[in-house]
């Protein structure tokens, strides 16, 4: 038999993983606002764009594995 689980309030994530996802956003806050400079000079160089499109995919994966974690487990 599959069972699921019982739904949880948007606001019953526990003040820890709130706190820890919160300092998890700065780290990748700072190399979002470094790749800034990277991303509006490699256009315009030699194999450019695909550099920028593996930066792009690296933050989009870390923010999307930040998020999931922020999520409540049963």
């Known amino acids: 038999m599959i069972t699921t689980s019982p739904p949880v309030a948007p606001g019953a994530i526990s003040p820890t ?4 996802v919160g300092l998890a956003l700065i780290p990748l806050t700072l ?14 160089t ?5 550099y920028i ?4 995919s690296r933050m989009t994966s870390w923010s999307i594995s930040i ?3 922020s999520r409540a487990h049963s």
């Open 67 to 69: 998020m999931s974690y």
């Open 53 to 56: 499109e593996m930066l792009i």
């Open 31 to 44: 190399v979002v606002i470094a790749s800034i400079p990277a991303l509006a000079v490699l256009p315009f």
């Open 17 to 20: 993983r709130a706190l820890i």
């Open 46 to 50: 030699a194999n450019g764009l695909g």
